[in-house]
């Protein structure tokens, strides 16, 4: 359904937002202050990961296979299980 289309999208954005804050967030910090640069990269580069990671997952669930379904006659089913467990 369209809701449960906007809650997954809400959902993905909440995930890849919150990389993205810690990302913005130390560049502003380097326009600031120009020393003490390299300890961020580290941080920043794990973060990029993790975005990258979320939108791989994303992509694995976008692209599942369609699951084939055919109808069956439930109590046909039903009958031949009970005459093999009769036997």
Same mark, same amino acid.
């Given at each position: 359904t369209l809701s449960a289309i906007g809650q997954l999208a809400a959902g993905v954005a909440h +995930? @890849?937002?919150n990389p993205l804050? @810690? $990302?913005k967030g130390f560049i502003q910090l *380097? /326009? $600031?202050?120009? +020393?003490?640069q390299e300890k961020y990269f580290d941080l920043m580069l794990s973060e990029i990961e993790r975005i990258e990671a979320i939108l791989q997952e994303f992509l694995a669930i976008a692209k599942t296979d369609e699951i084939n379904t055919e109808k069956k006659n439930i109590y /046909? $089913? *039903?009958k031949n299980v009970v005459s093999l467990m009769n036997t």
């Open positions: +995930e @890849v937002r804050t @810690v $990302i *380097f /326009q $600031i202050n120009k +020393e003490d /046909q $089913i *039903f």
